[in-house]
């Protein structure tokens, strides 16, 4: 036993020792180490130099971040402590200041009502640290549900917006503060101000008040417990209650009336899709000998037959490759719009947003070139239905093309117009609900004739009805001049390319100048100011919405067009390698024509006005040529598996709903944002998802518009036409369904 223990004592003490050893030689190793790198980077002045400014670097914005968490502790502070008991009142208004007392005795006394109109206010201040704009947004649907039967009062909802601005000595060169005016032209750099050493320049607050309590109550209250409180910190604050941002159920939505018109028309719709597919199920279409007018009309509601039209196969499969291209289009479009709204929301991820906009990478999110497939492929079909039909003898009849595409473009239009004006606010609530879709459905009410006149993109246009719908306004002048055009090149073929050279050189130049002379963007800026008021950019007005700023594409639409005839014409045929690499190179530089917009927000990118300019110019031609190239070949030959991608059924389908789903995403968008209870967390899995909804979500609102109002109106239009143009018998369909504006 005594042997045991005595082998156990030398096993530990030979461990420790071992253990010992072990230590003191990695000391050893650790410390030449050290000794060897420390004397080997002395000779290397660059990299210390570069360790140094790193290290300074660090310092300057941890130091910062230091001020910039103190003035953003002394905001929440004196925010905080100023508004912990506040109480509105007034001295106009007796209901709102016994009101206000009557919730501070119940709120002492620990009533429910209180509490929750207590809890549904902002408290503290949060946010990112180098967020200039704060939005504490409370809880909406908590301050909805107060009510007080005893004491008749009911929650009201408002957020008071503020600005701040120093009066220090130290800071009379520093920029007013509050929410950043709309920009006009584009900042010299690509880095907006930083906000670390000024603090937070506007400060959103969210108030639930007894709905007694008028928003100028709110502000006269606001005013005086905080204007002191900030004074005494030598801080100026403006306070403001905007009528959209004050919300009680007292208040009556706008338009009751007109809402009720509308749904009694949808509600028609549907019921007619209910008789009409009964009547068509039943079979009485076919055992009616002759059937009559009404009895087709009905029959033009059946969702059985409507159904099949859309997903049935195209008779012409020569220009199939047009159905992958529109939906390119139409997702791309969808995509662009999620993007440029989230930008506009209030966010806790201002590192997102900064990422999506300075990243090169994801330049395709910025990029809005891809509308420009409709104008291409527009330009392409007028050329060809108007070319085709003065080479079968009969003549242009300009007012009989111009009228029949009204009367395909109108009905459905003029649905979601009024489905905006009326139906769309009622739709949803929350805290920015009556900011956001309040102004769309007044912009409607008030501009609705210059949609329906195609002059939103000229006139009042700052206050344009639906903001996509520029796109229709374009197409219908390109139209009007492409059917013009193509006569001109059909009947004085000469005249008419000098004509088009002309126009298309002018198409090049006047949005060139202007971009130069005005200091203009390339791009659609995707800043937070822009897109927060993106009707009133000199961008959005002046070039983005502009006719003779876009009609470029439209031109080499018609120039492929005519490519394609001659080809055809001589039988040309190209050879499977050459379309291959032909197609490779297309792909190429189809992709670059994204990428290519991120070197314009590049940080630290100075501006330069030949930069935006030239990428304007040319990024669209040469996105055109390539969208060109694969509509003329494909048509005339075949790409083998990328034509049949291109072709595919559900392609087919998406093509065919294009102008509903173009026209209806924009609700489902304003929906979803109207509806934000907070500031916003995003990262990409979240813009994946949101992207998804919205194709999905706006695919359902299409096919129901479809099934109700487009294709039953458009078989009724057949109908008539054929009934009172005799001399019109073919169908004739302008772009051939393949333009976005007549479907």
Partial sequence: MDNQIEGIRRTMWSEYFWITTVIVILFFVGSSHAQFSKNNNEPNAGKKTNDTQNMENNLQLKNDNITMYSHRMLFGNIMANSMNDFVPFSNVNKNCTRDGLQFMRSLNNQTQWAIKMYDSSSKYPGGAPTASELIELGHFDRCMSVSSERFGIRGAYAVAVMRFRFTDEDDVGRRPTGPPEVETKPQTSNDSPSPRSTGPESLSWAL?????????????????????????????????????????KDLELPNTEGSLWICGILITGFVLMVIGTLYDVCSYRSKAKNPTFWSECLYSYSMVSNTKNLMGDIKNREFAVTNGLKTLGIISVIVGHRVALDLGLPTHSTEYSEHILTDFWLSILKSPVTVEIFFIVSGFFTFIIINDRLNSGKSLNFVYLLTFRLIRILPTYTTIILIFAFILPYTGDGPLWKLIIYPEAEFCRKNWWTNLLFLNNYVNSQEMCMLHSWYLACDMHFFIIGTFLTYILWRWRKAGFGIFGVMFAVSVYIPAKYIYDNQQWGVMPYFHSHIKNLRTTEHFQRVYIKSHHRITTYLIGIASAYVYMQVKKSKLKFSAKSRTIGLIL????????????????????????????????F?????????????????????????????????????????????????VQLQSIGQIRQPQYENFFKLYWKINADILTAFSYALVINLIIEEPIRKMIKKLMRMFLAAEQDELNIDGRNNISSN
């Fill in 586 to 617: 297309c792909i190429l530089l189809h992709i670059s024509c994204y990428f290519v917009t991120g070197y314009l927000y590049l940080p630290r990118l100075k501006y330069n006005p030949w930069n935006h300019l030239l990428y304007f110019t």
């Fill in 208 to 248: 639930c008040v007894p709905d007694s309590c008028t928003s100028e109550d709110i502000k006269y209250s606001v005013d005086r417990v905080l204007v002191p409180a900030f004074r005494a910190f030598n801080v100026v604050i403006d306070v403001a209650i905007p009528s959209t941002m004050y919300t009680s």
């Fill in 619 to 667: 990024q669209r031609i040469v996105y055109a040529l390539t969208v060109s190239y694969v509509l003329v070949v494909g048509s005339l030959s075949n790409f083998g598996y990328f034509s049949s991608f291109m072709e595919c059924k559900i392609f087919i389908v998406i093509a065919r709903i294009s102008y509903v789903l173009y026209l209806s995403h924009f609700i």
